[in-house]
């Protein structure tokens, strides 16, 4: 039996939510761009790296966490898609309702890039609320008939490739147009737009779709 079951039409989803959710300004982007603005661009990109690694590090611990849990139930299956789906429509209610993200160029110490890689890392994984993200996300695209541990591996790696890709293009631009970057994002309320709608829009597809195999 194949590990993954992950049908088509679910694996393309979650990569245009994915793409979405990764390329919407929000903290994570505007602290990426902040110190890019600051240290330059071999910071910015240390910094995607690390805060890269560190949610790769927070998918795998959900997916481990979801694949425990699920053992013991296969209701739980369906109760952690649906609670999750409601905590994605939460999200989404709630980014409506935050104001837009603004960048300010933040003052840092002197570029360390080890350091940058490893606070960055840190910064990432101490962020409880990166893995119920994912506990709540992945769960949407996944196929109960399928190993929630490899489903949950697949889909978060792939999430962390589109975001390590789109934050990689903040910070180049960043670098290359500098301050206009910050102004073009500043107060960029599409990105709060197209977060929220995200969110919300998860939620309806995972009451859509319900708990039935993805083919």
Do not use: C, H
């Amino acid at each position: 039996m194949d590990p993954l079951l992950i049908g088509g039409s679910a694996l393309t989803a979650f990569a245009l939510a994915s793409l979405v959710l990764a390329a919407s300004p929000g903290p994570g982007v505007m602290y990426i761009v902040a110190r890019t603005l600051s240290q330059g661009r071999s910071a910015g990109l240390v910094s995607v790296a690390g805060v890269a690694a560190g949610n790769l590090a927070n998918a795998l611990a959900a997916s481990i966490g979801l694949a425990a849990l699920f053992a013991v139930s296969s209701l739980a299956f369906d109760i952690v898609r649906y609670s999750g789906a409601a905590y994605l429509v939460f999200l989404g209610v709630r980014a409506l309702r935050r104001p837009s993200a603004t960048i300010t160029a933040e003052r840092f110490a002197a570029p360390d890039l080890p350091r940058i890689f490893r606070d960055a890392v840190v910064v990432a994984l101490l962020n409880p609320k990166t893995t119920l993200f994912f506990a709540a996300f992945l769960p949407q695209f996944m196929n109960p008939r399928g190993s929630t541990v490899a489903q949950g591996i697949a889909l978060g790696a792939l999430f962390v490739l589109i975001a390590l890709v789109t934050d990689g293009i903040y910070v180049l631009a960043a670098g290359a147009l500098g301050q206009r970057i910050a102004r073009t994002t500043r107060n960029a309320r599409w990105g709060r737009w197209a977060s929220a709608g995200s969110f919300i829009g998860l939620g309806v597809y995972a009451a859509v779709s319900g708990s039935r195999p993805q083919r």
